[in-house]
Nanobody, 123 residues
Framework: QVQLVESGGGLVQAGGSLRLSCAASGRTFSGYTMAWFRQAPGKEREFVAR????????DYADSVKGRFTLSRVKAKNTVYLQMNSLNPEDTAVYYC????????????????WGQGTQVTVSS
């Protein structure tokens, strides 16, 4: 089994930055995909970014492209989401997700989820 534990959420002013972490335990994701999604109140869960564990290649939602950076440290089995130039529309619960397949932007393609971490951006 795989456990994903997020950390790093909090309250930040518009224009500020936060870094989220997601540590995986139980099994490595070598060769497969880890991702971040977010869900604001009353809205569906939406794709933020994904990384292919082996190659390190990344994809981003248009809404965060140029502001967010996803990276991973293989030795720590951890992915990091650096979020810059935050705005109130980024306020949501952020979830880390993983799959041993080629996960896409659909949350249904991921098998493992963290508990979520709240990010609140004040104006």
């Amino acid at each position: 089994q795989v456990q994903l534990v997020e950390s790093g959420g909090g309250l930040v002013q518009a224009g500020g930055s936060l870094r989220l972490s997601c540590a995986a335990s139980g099994r490595t994701f070598s060769g497969y995909t880890m991702a971040w999604f977010r869900q604001a109140p009353g809205k569906e869960r939406e794709f933020v970014a994904r990384i292919r564990w082996s190659a390190g290649t990344t994809d981003y939602a248009d809404s965060v492209k140029g502001r967010f950076t996803l990276s991973r440290v293989k030795a720590k089995n951890t992915v990091y989401l650096q979020m810059n130039s935050l705005n109130p529309e980024d306020t949501a619960v952020y979830y880390c997700a993983g799959t041993f397949f080629d996960g896409g932007s659909d949350p249904g393609t991921y098998d493992y989820w963290g508990q979520g971490t709240q990010v609140t951006v004040s104006s």
